[in-house]
Nanobody
Framework: QVQLVESGGGLVQAGGSLRLSCAASGRTFSRYIMGWFRQAPGKEREFVSAISWSSGSTSYANSVKGRFTISTDNAKNTVYLQMNSLKPEDTAVYYC???????????????????WGQGTQVTISE
């Protein structure tokens, strides 16, 4: 049974940093891409970032480019999202997701993923 478990969310002041983790288990993910999405209250879920576990290719939403960094630790089967220079508009529930391998540039147009975590709350205060 595939499980994606997010952690690392919390409350920080604007300008601060957080690192989210997503521990993946239940199958081999070497032929998968991993994504981070977020959903703010009253808004639709939106793409944040994606990475290919096999190639390391990455993709970012324009709103987080230069501030967020996605990475993987293959030994730990864990995906990270390092978030710097956080803004109040980054407040949302952040979800980790996994999907069979495809070019990460396709994620923006096709954000449907096979597996999803439960989410972790990120709150940025003024």
């Amino acid at each position: 049974q595939v499980q994606l478990v997010e952690s690392g969310g919390g409350l920080v002041q604007a300008g601060g940093s957080l690192r989210l983790s997503c521990a993946a288990s239940g199958r081999t993910f070497s032929r998968y891409i991993m994504g981070w999405f977020r959903q703010a209250p009253g808004k639709e879920r939106e793409f944040v970032s994606a990475i290919s576990w096999s190639s390391g290719s990455t993709s970012y939403a324009n709103s987080v480019k230069g501030r967020f960094t996605i990475s993987t630790d293959n030994a730990k089967n864990t995906v990270y999202l390092q978030m710097n220079s956080l803004k109040p508009e980054d407040t949302a529930v952040y979800y980790c997701a996994a999907d069979p391998e495809r070019p990460v540039r396709t994620v923006v147009a096709c954000p449907q993923f096979e597996y999803w975590g439960q989410g972790t709350q990120v709150t940025i205060s003024e």
